[in-house]
């Protein structure tokens, strides 16, 4: 599927799957448009809770220790994570009280969560990850939501959480803004 305003659909319109899911190459098609390439991801979706063995646990988290672990991540990593516009976020700690990742969900339409979670650099791989992310998805759930994973492409360890989660990816998306 393909949506926009016709000055750029019909440039784009007949370019085979491979150019289409790649944002740079969609944006260098768009001459005179002032396009600009936001990015490709995958997507991922899952509609029961997680089967989550962990000893890690998690807990709603305050805006302080949202902004702790911001400071803690790379700019574009948290831009990727989406959590500064998340309503809903949960946190799992270290056993010093240090917050190590954050997860939450953002309400898009009437039944989907986009999810989104953010490790501290120290703390990746040792499933606080899961720990957030399982504790948000299972709120979401709850609500009768289906929840989504979007990661860009190539982003490994977002693939590999969403997979230990029990996400199935279901498609690949390419984003480009107009000027």
Not at 13 to 33: H, K, N
Not at 69 to 83: C, F, I, P, T, Y
């Amino acid at each position: 599927m393909v949506v926009g305003p016709g000055s750029a659909t019909d440039v784009i319109d007949g370019l085979d799957e491979r150019t289409l899911l790649d944002a740079d190459g969609v944006a260098g098609r768009l001459v005179g448009l002032d396009a600009r390439p936001i990015g490709s991801a995958s997507l991922w979706f899952r509609d029961r809770r997680p089967v989550e063995e962990s000893s890690v646990g998690a807990r709603r988290v305050s805006p302080a220790a949202v902004e702790e672990l911001r400071a803690s991540v790379q700019a574009d990593e948290w831009d990727e994570s989406g959590l500064s516009t998340m309503p809903q976020r949960w946190g799992s700690f270290t056993a010093d009280g240090r917050v190590a990742a954050v997860a939450g969900y953002e309400r898009w339409g009437a039944d989907v969560a986009q999810m989104g979670v953010a490790a501290g650099p120290s703390e990746r791989g040792h499933g606080y990850a899961a720990a957030a992310a399982a504790a948000a998805m299972t709120v979401a759930l709850g609500e009768g939501l289906v929840v989504q994973w979007r990661g860009r492409v190539g982003n490994v360890g977002s693939e590999r959480l969403a997979a230990r989660l029990g996400y199935v990816r279901l498609g690949l998306q390419s984003a480009v803004a107009l000027g």
